[in-house]
Structure formats: structure tokens, C-alpha cells
């Protein structure tokens, strides 16, 4: 238990160093956009005006409101504590609404999409992967390679792909949205149904790109396993083949959870691009109206989430490893 401790104590301080990393930059690294986004606010409060006094005035009014007249360590200092309360401050490209409420509405969203997607491509990259490797014949030599082509189109022309195909050409599916414009959302049958239909093609897009790496992963590992001395071993003592399989797929997986981690990375990464190109209220919507309107709060609240949610993910691995890896339970107990 005590070499636990130490293991558990060291994965906790890197992560709460890299958290710290993490934050500067997504603080300082918005801030170094060109523009000035309170221009944009200020100037249509002074539509009409023709005092240059009073433009100005107004100017530097919304200036002190945002803090951006401050030096940068003080914003820092006054946002980071904010933070701390849960308060983001209030939008630029959105203004009088708050980055609270714009995260609250999106977040929701984005982790009922993905989360799902990932994990059903994740599961089903595994099965495939192992399939492959024990069965062999048509999976191996056909199904496989087919997935492999498909896990190497990038995020946004699989969803470019199913727009076209599926909604444009076909038009099965709605082509934007979460719902229906004209729905009010409720728990009626029609506002879930309309849910469903507007999920179908954005969750997909991140299935089908992740099916393959996970496949791939999980074959190698499993052949690996397969070949292993302690398989040809259990075979020669007549073990069935059932229990020995079990155990390989077992050890085969343990790689596969890290690949799980690297996924949901993703999830904040490239598959957001899929709630763009579908206009998917998310997490990843939020994120490009902000860089369009240079909306540092927005954008600094969005990238901290993202970065905090990726991290808890890499350390729940981290503690998942300890548990369910004899190598590192022997490791800690020497």
C-alpha cells in the first residue's frame, strides 16, 4: 500500500504541474491575437456618437469593465481567482451574456455526442481488432484493411462525407443542429425524435474514425499474445482454448486502455471539428465562434475545460494501470 501511495502521490503532482502549465497558456495564448475585441463592443454602444471625448470615454469604461487595461500578470491574478468560483466572466462575441452560461449550454452537448461515439468505436475497434487476429479468413483480409482506410480520413472529411452522401444527396438526416429550428426543446416525442435524427450522422462521423487505430492496436497485441510461450504452454498442458483465449485478450488489452485515454484526447481535439461542420451546439461550436470573435474569456473557458477533462481522463488510466496491471502491482510491492 505504501509504494501506492508513492506511485499514485507521483502521477497526482505531475498532472497538478502540467494543470498549472496548462492554465497559463490558455490564459496567455488567446491574448496574443491580434484585435481588440472591446473596440468591436464599444462601437456600437457609440453608434451615432459624434463626440470624440465621450467615444473614448466609453471606450475605456468597457476597457475597465473587461480589465484588458490592466498589465497582463494583474488579468491573470483577477481571472485565475475568478476561475476558482466558477466565474469565466462575460462574453465578447455574445456580450451581455456570461461564459458560464455559453459553457453550461454547450458542454452538455458535446460529452453526449462524443463520449458515446468514442466508447462505441472503442468497443467495437477491440472486437474487430480481435476477431481478426484469432479468427482470421475474411476479417483479417478484408473487413480490417477496409477499416483502416476509413480510421485514416481526417474528422472533417468523414463528416464532409456523410453531410454530402447522407444528408445533402440522400437526405436521410438533418444537415445541422441539434434539433429541429422550429422545436422548443421539451421531453415530447417529437423534440426526442428530432434529437435522434440530427445525432445520427455527427456520431458516426467520430465512430467510424475511431474503429480502425483501435482496431489495428488490438490485433498486433493479440497475435502478439497468441504467440506467446505461455499460450503455446497451456495448450501443451490441454488447457482449453476458451480459458487461454480469455487471458489473451485479457493481457492484450491493457495497451487498448491507454489507446482509450489517447481517444478521448481526441474527443477535445479533432472530433470536435464534427459539431462545426454539423453546426452541433458543443463545446467545439462554442470554440470557433469565439475565435471569430476574438472572445479571449469565451475561448480561455472553453481550452480550460478541455484541458482539465483530458487530464482527469490520462489520470483515471494512470490509476486504472495500477489496478488491473500485475507488472505495476509487482513493481510497487518490490
Not at 471625448?53 to 498589465?71: L, M, W
Not at 475568478?82 to 456580450?95: C, E, I, M, P, T
Amino acid at each position: 500500500m505504501k509504494g501506492y501511495k508513492k506511485y499514485y502521490g507521483q502521477k497526482i503532482i505531475w498532472y497538478l504541474i502540467t494543470l498549472f502549465f496548462a492554465i497559463v497558456l490558455n490564459f496567455v495564448l488567446p491574448r496574443l491575437m491580434p484585435g481588440d475585441p472591446v473596440a468591436g463592443i464599444a462601437s456600437g454602444a457609440v453608434s451615432g456618437m459624434t463626440d470624440a471625448t465621450a467615444i473614448q470615454k466609453v471606450y475605456e469604461e468597457y476597457a475597465e469593465k473587461f480589465g484588458v487595461n490592466k498589465p497582463m500578470i494583474v488579468q491573470f491574478g483577477m481571472w485565475a481567482g475568478n476561475a476558482l468560483k466558477g466565474d469565466f466572466g462575460v462574453s465578447f462575441s455574445q456580450y451581455p451574456r456570461t461564459v458560464g452560461n455559453i459553457i453550461s449550454s454547450s458542454i452538455g452537448w458535446t460529452l453526449a455526442l462524443q463520449l458515446p461515439a468514442i466508447i462505441v468505436g472503442w468497443l467495437l475497434g477491440n472486437i474487430l481488432g480481435a476477431v481478426a487476429a484469432y479468427i482470421k479468413g475474411a476479417f483479417d483480409k478484408v473487413l480490417l484493411p477496409v477499416f483502416m482506410f476509413i480510421s485514416n480520413v481526417p474528422a472533417f472529411g468523414m463528416a464532409i462525407i456523410l453531410l454530402t452522401v447522407f444528408g445533402i444527396n440522400l437526405k436521410w438526416f438533418p444537415t445541422s443542429g441539434a434539433y429541429g429550428f422550429e422545436l422548443i426543446p421539451n421531453f415530447s416525442w417529437e423534440f426526442i425524435s428530432s434529437v435522434i435524427s440530427h445525432y445520427q450522422m455527427p456520431f458516426w462521423s467520430i465512430v467510424l474514425i475511431t474503429i480502425g487505430g483501435q482496431a489495428i492496436g488490438m490485433r498486433s497485441m493479440s497475435i502478439y499474445e497468441l504467440n506467446a510461450d505461455y499460450v503455446k504452454y497451456s495448450r501443451f498442458l490441454g488447457i482449453k482454448d476458451r480459458k487461454i483465449v480469455g487471458y489473451v485478450f485479457r493481457n492484450a488489452m491493457l495497451p487498448q486502455i491507454t489507446g482509450l485515454a489517447m481517444s478521448l484526447g481526441t474527443m477535445m481535439g479533432g472530433a470536435l471539428v464534427a459539431e462545426i461542420i454539423f453546426s452541433y451546439p458543443g463545446i467545439g461550436t462554442a470554440m470557433m465562434t469565439a475565435v471569430r470573435g476574438q472572445d479571449y474569456p469565451l475561448l480561455s473557458a472553453c481550452t480550460l475545460i478541455i484541458t482539465i477533462m483530458v487530464l482527469l481522463a490520462n489520470l483515471l488510466v494512470e490509476i486504472l494501470y495500477g489496478v488491473i496491471d500485475p507488472r505495476v502491482k509487482a513493481a510497487q510491492q518490490d
